[in-house]
Nanobody, 113 residues
Framework: VQLVESGGGLVQPGGSLRLSCTTS????????MRWYRQAPGKGRELVAT????????NYSDSVKGRFTISRDNARNTVYLQMNSLKPEDTAVYYC???????WGQGTQVTVSS
């Protein structure tokens, strides 16, 4: 099983990033997917969830209205579009298969001027 996140980086406040999580080694179809994040010195926070095939989503209050989770089932990939980024969004972002112990290695997002 592999989950590989990409798309992180340094962005100014108010900017945007799109994270990708490419998966392999398991049946992507039928499984909900999640994005989490972990800021320095803090615990892991659930950011967004998307069901299969992708018509239902949920977000934490801290990102609602700014982040959008989506998935491409043909490419076994889940995305996180992040707009209006704030310094408090700085964290390592991870994707995960809902209800499993499968995690990616994470991608760093830093929001700073």
């Amino acid at each position: 099983v592999q989950l590989v996140e990409s798309g992180g980086g340094l962005v100014q406040p108010g900017g945007s990033l799109r994270l990708s999580c490419t998966t392999s080694g398991f049946t992507f179809s039928g499984l909900a997917m999640r994005w989490y994040r972990q800021a320095p010195g803090k615990g892991r926070e659930l950011v967004a969830t998307i069901n299969y095939p992708g018509q239902s989503t949920n977000y934490s209050d801290s990102v609602k209205g700014r982040f959008t989770i989506s998935r491409d089932n043909a490419r076994n990939t889940v995305y996180l579009q992040m707009n209006s980024l704030k310094p408090e969004d700085t964290a390592v972002y991870y994707c995960s298969v809902y209800g499993s112990s499968y995690w990616g290695q994470g991608t760093q997002v830093t929001v700073s001027s």
